[in-house]
Each structure stands twice: as C-alpha cells, then as structure tokens.
C-alpha cells in the first residue's frame, strides 16, 4: 500500500512556522470579538457604547495601512509582523487586567482596541508580501491555500469556543487567551529565515509616491480592486447586515441563521480545498468569475427560500470567496515586482476598508426607505454587475499563473 506523503511545502520547516503561527494567531483573533463584547456589556450594556468600541477598532486602520505598505518596502518585514502581534498581545492582557481588576471603561477598552487595530494595520502589507520571500513562484497558490485551509477551520470552530470560554471563566480570561496566541506568534514569526528590507529606498514620500504610480498603471489591479470595493460593500450590507434582520422577521430565526452562516464557513473551507488542487491557467478570470455566487445568498434572502436552499447559495458564494482571495493572492505575489508589494498590497487592501462603513451605512439606509427584499435583490445585481463588467478587460484575460514545477520522475 502506498502512503501519501505530504505537500512539498509541508516538509519545509520555515513553511510550517508560517503556517504554526498564522493558526495560533487566529485561534485567539476569532475568539477575541466575542470576548471583547460582553467585556463591554458587562460594565456598559448600551449598544451606543459597545459601537464606540467597535468603531475605535476600525478608524485607524486606512492611515496606518498605507503607512505600513511604506514600510514593508522599506524594513524588515519579519521585524513589522513581530510588532504587529507584539503589540495586540500588550494590549489585549493589559485589557483583561482592567477587567479582573474592575478598572475597565469604555474608553480605556476602546483605546487599546485601536491601538490593537492600528498595529495589526500596520503589519498587514508586510505578512501580505512574505510568502514570495521564502516560497518559489509556481508554490505560492499551493501555499496561499494552505495557509488559508487549516486557518479557516479554526475560524469555524473558534467563534462557539470563545463563547463557551466567556461563560464559563469570563472574558478577562479569553481575552488573555488572545493576549497569548499574539505572543506565541510573535516568537514564532521571529524564527522565520526572511531576509532584511526588500531594497534600498529614498524618501518615504517618494516611495509612496512610487507605489500609487506602479498601482494607478495597472489597470488589472486597480479596475479588481474597485470592483471589490463595491462586491464587498453590497456583501457585507445584505448578507452581514440584512441577513440577520430578515432571519429575525421571518421563520428563519436564529437557528437558521446559524446554520447559514455555519454553510458559509463550509464553502470557505471547501474552496480551500479546490484551491490545492485546481490550478487555472487563466488565473485572474477565475478569479473575478469566483465573486459571482456572493449574490445567491442575497437573492435567496429576498425571495423567501427555504432554509436547504439558502444553505447551499451560502456554501456556494463561501467556496467562491476562497477561491477568489487565494487567486487574488497568488496572482499579486507572482506579477508584482517585490521590492513594490508592500505599497500596491496596501492600496488593494483600502477598497476594502472604505466597503465596512459604505455598505453598512448605504444598504442600512436604502433598506429603512423600501424595505429589505428590493434592496436585497439591488444589491445582488450591483455585485454581479461591479462583476462581470471586468470580463471585458484584455489585461484580466492575458494574466496567466505562473507554471508548476515539474516533479521528479520515479526511478523505473
């Protein structure tokens, strides 16, 4: 009987700490929102006060996102990764010792969120450009898919565990559980053989100044990353917003939301799992082609479908995202210069930042004036459109994925 032996990337020991440490960050990341929440509610149980923490976490990250694509060009990117996990770590343990010592507020907690934030923003160019540092270019699909594989499965699971833990011991205790999982991976990230700053530069101005002109003359990255400032916006307001509110109005109800949501998470890994072993030639077509299922959920929201249906238009548009992002990744490592993949990783990274508060605040209001069936199917047809509008750029079609490396023959 023949064993099977593990992906090549598998036996490479700096893959496996990248991969060690992107699991261990997760673990703590995916339970920290729950943790977090009830931490504010268990002094301040106004949604008012809850939102300023939430919206402290996220208001720093556009600044610090392009300053960080700045330095991944300039510094050390293992050194940036390290203090991007170094300073979550301080500053979610410093919160849970506010809360065991009763000294948390709202303020204090929000503070240290966009502090959190901030770093994980400025680290974030930097762990988007390291793969192509230490992994050949016909690898990096290979490798993008498994990094994202096992860190989708702990995604899964991590959201029930972190609320288990809440009740059970108590946020402070979960969210030092974070404070652990960010330290644990800053030591390893540490360990990684990646070399210095990528090349010699000239002003930070310059360098920036360099990276819009790179990006603004890619028409396939720029018209992509504008597309999915939009697929993303209409996503995030009709599934992550509407979805919630037509489950609450409806037969639906929590329960099935859950399980919706629990498909969603399947597709994500079952893309993963396509993505190991599928390899297009054509890779950003399949790429754009990919974001096309995101609309099933929100018609199927707005049609009334029953649950089956909705599960599986969720599992669909789950596997699509997955496929897309590590398209999307792969094809950024192997077509961008490294010496400029921390700037234009920045710049793709924007749209989807300004898509939170856009589709959040546009489909919530549209909803309040029609309802939410109409404004559902909108949404639908603007991403689908934002979509297939790119199948008509030459520049999509002629990216091809670089070849895969041939395999050593068995001796006969």
Request: hydrophobic share 55%.
């Amino acid at each position: 009987m023949e064993i099977p032996t593990p992906p090549p990337l598998l036996r490479d020991k700096g893959f496996r700490t990248l991969l060690l440490a992107s699991l261990i960050s997760a673990s703590g990341s995916a339970m920290a929102p729950v943790a977090l929440a009830f931490t504010v509610l268990g002094f301040d149980d106004r949604p008012g006060s809850l939102a300023i923490v939430l919206a402290g976490s996220t208001a720093p990250q556009l600044i610090l996102l392009l300053i960080g694509g700045v330095a991944a060009d300039r510094f050390s990117r293992r050194r940036l990764i390290v203090i991007g996990n170094v300073i979550p770590a301080l500053t979610q343990a410093t919160v849970a010792l506010l809360v065991f010592q009763g000294a948390a507020t709202t303020t204090r907690v929000a503070v240290f969120a966009a502090v959190a934030s901030g770093a994980s923003a400025l680290a974030s160019p930097a762990m988007n450009s390291l793969l192509p540092q230490f992994v050949e270019a016909p690898r990096l699909q290979e490798a993008n898919a498994l990094l994202r594989l096992p860190t989708n499965l702990v995604r899964i699971l991590a959201p029930a565990l972190g609320g288990s833990l809440v009740a059970l011991v108590g946020p402070q205790l979960t969210l030092a559980w974070d404070a652990a999982s960010f330290a644990v991976a800053a030591v390893l990230y540490g360990r990684l053989a990646i070399a210095g700053p990528v090349a010699a530069k000239g002003s930070a101005l310059s360098d920036f100044r360099t990276g819009w002109t790179e990006f603004r003359g890619r028409f396939w990255l720029w018209s992509y990353t504008l597309s999915g400032t939009f697929v993303v916006a209409f996503w995030l307001g009709g599934y992550g917003l509407l979805g919630p509110l037509v489950a609450h109005d409806t037969e639906l109800g929590a329960a099935g939301w859950g399980i919706v949501q629990g498909s969603f998470a399947v597709g994500l890994v079952l893309g993963g799992v396509l993505s190991l072993r599928w390899k297009p030639s054509r890779i950003m077509i399949v790429c754009v082609a990919a974001n096309l299922p995101l609309a099933l959920p929100l018609l199927a929201l707005a049609a009334g479908a029953p649950l089956p249906f909705l599960a599986l238009s969720a599992a669909l548009a789950g596997a699509g995202v997955d496929v897309a992002i590590v398209c999307w990744n792969t094809v950024m490592q192997q077509q961008l210069p490294r010496e400029l993949l921390g700037r234009l990783n920045s710049f793709s990274s924007i749209g989807e930042r300004l898509a939170v508060p856009m589709g959040y605040l546009l489909v919530g209001a549209a909803a309040a004036s029609w309802g939410a069936a109409p404004v559902l199917r909108a949404a639908a047809l603007a991403m689908t459109l934002a979509t297939a509008v790119l199948f008509a750029a030459p520049s999509l079609w002629a990216l091809r994925r670089a070849p895969a490396p041939r395999e050593c023959a068995a001796p006969v």
